[in-house]
Each structure stands twice: as structure tokens, then as C-alpha cells.
């Protein structure tokens, strides 16, 4: 079933959503010039895409402190602003007093405090946030100095459970849309260690990501469990039991057939760089991509691998690395356009033996002729 999501602000992937905090973050909380209150920033985006872990990423990155809140768990006021004491005044007079909750940050930042799956909450609770939002404080506490806030929201005007907020609210933040991209999750995936079979599953069939019960969660959640089986043909049985109880029949069958193709032995970052024969390498790409029909995703799928496993690696390639990296990019099988468009990615890094490229004759002339 189709629906009208409403959501805010650009459609960006993760990528740019990182690049956006980033700069938020260095230019407010960890500026130490900056004496206002930084404006909230919600995060728009479909279920299991990834809103929350990248938010949590960014503060570990930052050396934030985080505080997280679901205000969906709030039954009343009380939960957000605190429950009452009766004290004594300092003229001996009793006094209701409101002690705020734990969660409270206590001390300067710098640090982001997020309110996840924000519009999940009751309309009582949002309205009770508008003054947090425009001020960074409640009737019982405040934020200290150095905080950011980042809310995260699933859209409106479909099939989610959520309270719509408006305009009042909705002027008090900023916003940004999230989207899921095969590559920018792909080079995630490499970092974060993800079975190599999933993530080459993912680049081929992008489009199985559909947002329904298969979302980078629980595709994440299926590689998981995939992990300690070492032959994927040998255990179909198990591994149908795995798809079907986190993803999409739909994407069940995909996979089933990836692996009846031996998708799952696509070539490796590390067999291209540490081959001791390239011909070897050469051969057994020509006989995944040459087939009746020229399969260009199977080649974008290992460009695209060995693209993520050179930007997040963090030793430079030996001679014998690069001798083959050059190798792969001059492949005559490779169309230019792929080519320049994975040398560009790889010479952005700031790693020196990367950079390297442009000392190779064929290439330089290439990107220079691009520039």
C-alpha cells in the first residue's frame, strides 16, 4: 500500500545527515565562543534505517556525553518535568518543590540529548516539550551549558502510530530527512564488521530494502545470525528459518536465489590487494560478470567493496597492495565511467598511498580530464 510520509527538510542519506551534526555540533556545543542555545534538530526517517545508532555514533565520535529519553514511555507530565516534594521554605513555610528525573543532564557538555521517536509520544507530552525546545528547560530544570538536542521522528500522513505535530513545534527545530543508500550503508557495514556475504547481498539487490518487516535493522539482525554458518548452500534450511523470522518473504526468496548463484562468493577487497597472481584475480572476475548478459552490478557490487574497504582502513597499502589496486582500476572489462567515478571516491581520502593514483599515467589523465 502506497502512502503520502510527510516528513521534513532535505532527503539525505547517512552520509550527509553525519556531515550536517558534524557541523551543528563543532559550531555550537564545541565552540567555545558560542554562547546561545543551539536550535534542536530532528531526524526524519522510515523504522529501522538507522536514525538512533548514527546519533550515538556521532556523540562516541565527538567524545559527547548522550542522554537518551522515549517519551512514548511518559503516562504524564510528572515523568518529563519531575515529581513534587513537599520542603521547607527558607521561611519555614512548606512548599511544593518538583525533583527532576534521573535522566536529567547535571553537568556542561559538550553532549546531545535525544529524544528519540519524538512524535511516538501523546499530544499531552509534545505540547509539554515546546518549552524545552524553544529554551532548553522545563518549569523544574534546565540544561546546562554545552548541549545539543536531536529528536527522531518516523513520518506522518501513513501508516505509523504517531501523534502529528504542528506547527508551533514544528518551528521550534530543524530538520532532515534520512534515506536509505545501499552504498553509504555498505561502507557502515564494512566498518562495523558485518558478515561479508550481507553486505554484498544488499549492493546487488538494493531495492529489497523495501521499509516494511526489511529495513538495515533487521538486515543487520539477519546477518547476525548468519555469521557462524560458514556455508550458506550447505544450511538453506536454516537459513530460510533465520530470513523468514526477520525480513520479508520477498526478500527470503531473493536471498535464497543469491545464494543458489553463488552471489555469495563475490571476490573480496582483501583476495584483489593481497593476490599473489592478478591474472588469478582477473579470471575469476571475467567469469562472474561475463556471463549470457554482461551482470555491470556484480562489477559495481566489488568496486563498490573494495571502494569502503580502502576509505575506512587505517594502514596504508604496501607497494604490493597498490601494484594490484592499479591493477583492478585498469581492468579492461571496467566501463570509464565506473572507473573515474571509483578513482574520484578513493583519491578524496587523505591517506598518502591512495593519493598515489594520480601518479599513475592512465588515471591522472583521466581525472584531470574530469576536473
Known sequence: QQFNYVTYGSKVNSEHISQFLNYMLDANVLNPTSKDRPTPICIWGMHGIGKTELVQAIAEDKNCAFTYIAPAQFEEMGDL???????????????????????????????????????????????????????YELVSWKFPKGWQIILTANPDGGDYSVTTMDDAILTRMMHVTMEFDAKSWAKWAESAGIDDRGIN??????????????????????????????????NLEMVKLLADGCLDPETTLSFIAFINMDLEKLILPEEILNATDFKIVETKIKNLVDGQTRRMDILSV????????????????????????????????????????????????????????YAVPEIAKLLLTKM
Request: charged share 25%; no cysteine; proline share 8%.
Open 81 to 135: 518535568i519531575g515529581m513534587p516534594k513537599v520542603v521547607e521554605s527558607t521561611d519555614n513555610e512548606l512548599i511544593t518543590q518538583l525533583i527532576p528525573p534521573e535522566w536529567v543532564p547535571k553537568k556542561a557538555g559538550p553532549g546531545i540529548f535525544l529524544i528519540d521517536d519524538v512524535n511516538r509520544a501523546d499530544d499531552r507530552i509534545l505540547r509539554g516539550i515546546m518549552q524545552l525546545l524553544q529554551n
Open 201 to 234: 547481498f544488499v549492493l546487488t539487490y538494493p531495492e529489497i530494502v523495501s521499509g516494511r518487516r526489511t529495513t538495515p535493522r533487521s538486515l543487520v539482525q539477519f546477518f547476525k545470525a548468519l555469521k557462524p554458518l560458514k556455508s550458506l548452500k550447505e
Open 302 to 357: 566489488i568496486m563498490t567493496r573494495l571502494t569502503n574497504y580502502l576509505l575506512i582502513g587505517k594502514t596504508d597499502l604496501t607497494e604490493k597492495q597498490f601494484t594490484q589496486l592499479k591493477n583492478f582500476i585498469l581492468l579492461p572489462l571496467i566501463p570509464n565511467d565506473l572507473r573515474l567515478a571509483m578513482a574520484q571516491e578513493i583519491v578524496k581520502s587523505p591517506r598518502k598511498a591512495l593519493k598515489k593514483l
